[in-house]
């Protein structure tokens, strides 16, 4: 620590920091719009200058912009300097200058960083009356708007979106007063990660093109916390409400999980919550009036579960609660995953090595601050993006470190370090099937069969440990075995990373021995495996059999009732298996939220709640439990949380009635009797008649305007507030206008700070942890003195077949994922169909990019356009996985080729 003083008041702050970083984390009022806590300091925009003296006795001093300026013990400075002060004005009124008038008609009007500093510099009053220079503005895509007369050229945007994100198609144009933010031409931004231009930048610029499709002012929206639906990372987010449809999401800041930025398909991939998709009505088929309501409903299951045998299949898009309330209705033995055989043994497996302790789970942040990656077989681009960013980071940061040793450089110095790099990197080994855009900044390149990358993982764990038999392969694969093994034996802080996109258990044996064996020369080991779903770690820690075996239990009883919760089984299993169940099965009641092929077979249909009108706990890759809440009640009644529903029935089968209400801590404190793996969830966030001082936590800001107005056409006096007694929130402005736990922030906003900037008031230092984070339940624990077992099987040496293919799936971060399909926007740019080949393949059929060759998968033909990639292995094909009318579900199986044409 170091005492500085500002105006003369000793104050202790932490070395290594500049003062801008100083003053904020001491809550001091100080503008600035270049400088980010992701992106460190340039000294762009001149509008965070303070006074710096010599000592106590200089009264001159000389002005310094905070962000530039370094921590020194002894430091003497002043905020609140006349000439300190007058320059940050003059300075925001420049950069004023040729900014509009828009304020009331600006997407980011009330909470814009831009007006904040305004007003904070004391900026009220604009003098320059002359014509405003004005700009042309570009289409960017279907996710982002872009206004670039609104731009005082701080250039956060390219900073962030180049230098952070690694993208390529936005840039800096012209100079001086000239300056143009935006593509060569118009055209979609190319990078995922584009999205976090609207946080980013400090005005207008870039918005949301999406919320400005249902406007409405950001302070009018309701808002809770919540966490992404869309894969398996878990990233913390913020949804906001109004009208009773969900308008928009942004970034919930958590240090240990996606920080700052989410990727495009989390911040954009909502709309299925609006969808004229919905099921907003309980159906019971093959009755002259199918809808009915919950009564009629209720009496009719009645008999269902009581005089038929009940299995439940279970979701890994559904949360912990309605998981546990099907295995509770059904019975252990009862209870189904949702999911192939084939994936759910990987799965296993993944939980049975992770329960082991030998490894830690690598968080996001673990894996920014790790010094050497190896990903293993995984694609995280299109399956984890966030992820595939927190990698850049790692191998970026890596890069810096090593300049950095023994010089006087400080790290905040973005502009300087960058400059001192150059091209350097640190160490990413990135093996996967085919090319991926991390490719770039690796150090190491490998692109093999599933098997053929398992077996190099266990080459590079038989370097790591000479006492493991040796694995025999080609001269170029060794070469680049050793290389890998050498520099993962350097490292001080090495992360693995691995999953099940590519079918294969061995890869996850591989990943974990090599994790294991870097025990003995690393500092820290971290473990990351990458799973389907939002909750796929928290359904295969239940333990469940797979849906093969659900199959076999109807295919060899009668009389079996089935209730399916929020899963399309045609999305994870072949059409044919799918289509024996329904058909073995007596009645089968289907909980979802969007019609699909699984519900258009269910004699029973219930509409579900989605992630923003439910209460709920996802379990993500690392083990991490958090909690979701509900930003809204839906007006239809019919609409209800899906474990509600089961927990009715549950009394049902009781004889109970309805039953008495269930809070979600309570159905997670059952889920730790029944299941002492998930001990501690139960406490993943305070429970639901948690109050500071009495009061609860608002979900609508207190400058939100609309409680009477929205209503007016129906009724002029103020209607009753809606009730929820399953969370500590209200559905209104009134209540505790602090500071909640981490858990349940709702918004961030602090005085003078209306804007997601305001998140620094919420830190112990900017860029650093919540104050008081708790950053979710860490469900698997790190043992120290656990010893790896090292897997001693591996598979045999990848050959290829003639006119057969391994058929593998290939992700796409806009078009894969199930529920991010319903926005228009993500299924404008997700890809068409095709299937992609090797050179070496193609080359004996003859066949060019976009030639016609038909497949035959499951007994079902596929005739699909051909894409060829070099670096693709011979005897392997990829299919894009997802999209609508693909069902080749599950993957890492033959193809035979049926025919060609040119």
């Known amino acids: 620590m170091s005492t500085i003083y500002i105006d003369n008041k000793p104050f202790e702050v932490k070395a290594g920091k500049n003062l801008l970083e100083a003053c904020l984390s001491l809550g001091i009022d100080l503008p600035y719009f270049c400088w980010h806590p992701a992106l460190g300091s340039v000294g762009a925009c001149r509008q965070c200058a303070v006074k710096v003296f010599k000592d106590e006795n200089d009264t001159r001093g000389r002005l310094v912009m905070s962000c530039m300026e370094s921590i020194k013990d002894g430091l003497h400075l002043s905020v609140s300097d006349t000439t300190a002060k007058a320059f940050r004005s003059q300075v925001i009124e420049w950069l004023m200058t040729n900014h509009p008038h828009d304020c009331p008609v600006c997407d980011e009007g009330g909470s814009c960083h831009l007006q904040d500093m305004t007003v904070m510099t004391g900026h009220d009053y604009r003098r320059y009356h002359y014509k405003k220079r004005t700009y042309t503005n570009q289409y960017l895509g279907p996710f982002i708007h872009h206004e670039m007369n609104r731009c005082i050229q701080c250039y956060r945007c390219v900073r962030y979106y180049h230098d952070y994100a690694g993208g390529k198609d936005l840039n800096v144009f012209a100079a001086h007063n000239h300056v143009y933010f935006g593509r060569e031409q118009n055209g979609v931004l190319q990078s995922p990660f584009s999205g976090n231009l609207t946080e980013v930048c400090p005005t207008g610029v870039f918005t949301d093109k999406t919320l400005r499709e249902h406007y409405t002012r950001k302070w009018d929206l309701t808002t809770a916390p919540s966490v992404c639906h869309h894969c398996s990372l878990g990233c913390n987010t913020i949804a906001g409400e109004r009208y009773g449809a969900l308008r928009c999401i942004t970034n919930r800041f958590n240090s240990q999980v996606n920080g700052y930025f989410l990727c495009d398909r989390g911040r954009f991939g909502y709309e299925f919550v609006n969808s004229d998709n919905r099921i907003t009505q309980p159906l019971i088929r093959n009755r002259a ?7 009629v409903l209720m009496d009719h299951l009645r008999t269902l579960i009581t005089n038929n045998t009940i299995i439940g299949i279970g979701s890994p898009r559904a949360s912990v609660e309605s998981n546990v309330a099907l295995m509770q209705l059904v019975g252990k033995e009862n209870f189904y995953q949702g999911i192939s055989d084939n994936l759910g043994f990987i799965e296993k497996r993944i939980v049975e090595v992770l329960q082991t302790g030998v490894v830690k789970t690598a968080s996001l942040n673990d894996i920014q601050q790790s010094d050497a990656i190896l990903v293993l077989g995984e694609d995280i681009w299109n399956t984890a993006p966030v992820m595939a ?62 098997d053929e990358l398992a077996r190099i993982g266990f080459a590079i764990t038989q370097h790591l440990n000479a006492s493991l038999s040796p694995v025999q392969l080609g001269n170029d694969a060794m070469t680049k075995v050793a290389a890998i093994a050498a520099a993962l034996q350097r490292a001080k802080r090495p992360v693995i990373i691995s999953g099940t996109s590519c079918y294969n258990e061995a890869l996850i044996r591989a990943a974990f021995d090599i994790a294991a064996a870097l025990k003995a020369t690393a500092d820290e080991v971290h473990i990351a495996y990458v799973l389907p779903e939002c909750n796929s770690m928290g359904l295969a820690m239940m333990g469940a059999s797979s849906f093969e075996n659900a199959v076999l239990r109807v295919s060899r009883n009668t009389n079996v009732t089935a209730i399916l919760l929020e899963n399309d089984i045609y999305r994870n299993m072949p059409a044919h298996i799918a289509d024996v169940f329904f058909d073995k099965c007596q009645q089968c009641i289907v909980l979802d939220s969007l019609n699909n092929p699984t519900t258009q077979k269910a004699d ?42 089961l927990l009715k ?88 206008s602090g500071m909640p736990p981490s858990p349940l922030i709702p918004f961030f906003w602090s005085p003078g700070w209306n804007s997601i900037q305001s998140v620094n008031k919420y830190q112990q230092e900017p860029g650093g942890a919540l104050r008081n984070e708790h950053a979710g339940q860490l469900l698997f624990q790190y043992k120290q003195e656990a010893a790896p077992v090292y897997f001693k099987d591996m598979p045999e040496a990848f050959v290829a077949r003639n006119e057969k293919w391994l058929l593998l799936p290939q992700y ?24 992609a080949i090797s050179e070496k393949d193609a080359e004996p059929l003859g066949v060019v990019n976009g030639s016609l060759i038909s497949i035959k998968v499951f007994e079902q033909t596929y005739e699909l356009p051909v894409k060829i990639e070099a670096a693709l292995q011979r005897g392997v094909a990829l299919m894009p996985a997802g999209l609508p009318g693909i069902q080749v579900m599950p993957w890492n199986g033959y193809v035979q080729l049926v025919s060609v044409k040119l």
């Open 289 to 295: 009036v199918e809808a009915v309501d919950e009564t």
């Open 812 to 835: 796409y971060i806009m078009g894969s994922e199930e529920l991010s399909f319903y926005t228009s926007g993500v299924a404008e740019l997700s890809p068409d169909v095709y299937i």
């Open 649 to 736: 029935l549950q009394a049902l089968k009781n004889g109970t009635g309805n039953g008495q209400a269930h809070h979600p801590e309570d159905v997670l404190t059952l889920c730790e009797q029944l299941m002492p793996q998930f001990t501690g969830i139960a406490s993943v966030a305070p429970p639901h008649d948690f109050r500071i001082h009495g009061q609860s936590l608002p979900r609508a800001p207190h400058r939100y305007s609309g409680r009477t107005a929205m209503l007016s056409n129906l009724a002029v006096s103020e209607p009753k507030p809606k009730q929820d007694g399953d969370s500590p929130f209200t559905f209104t402005m009134e209540g505790f």
């Open 389 to 450: 960013l927190a990698v850049r980071q790692g191998v970026m940061h890596t890069a810096a470190e090593q300049a950095l040793q023994n010089r006087a450089l400080p790290a905040w110095h973005d502009a300087a370090v960058r400059e001192l790099v150059q091209e350097e990197k640190g160490f990413l080994a990135n093996c996967t099937i085919t090319t991926s855009p991390l490719d770039e900044i690796s150090t190491s390149v490998v692109h093999a069969a599933p």
């Open 604 to 645: 029973v249909l219930i509409p579900a709640a989605t992630f923003a009108e439910a209460d709920g706990t996802l379990v993500n890759n690392e083990g991490r439990a958090q909690r979701f809440y509900q930003v809204f009640i839906p007006a239809n009644k019919n609409i209800q949380e899906s474990w509600k529903w």
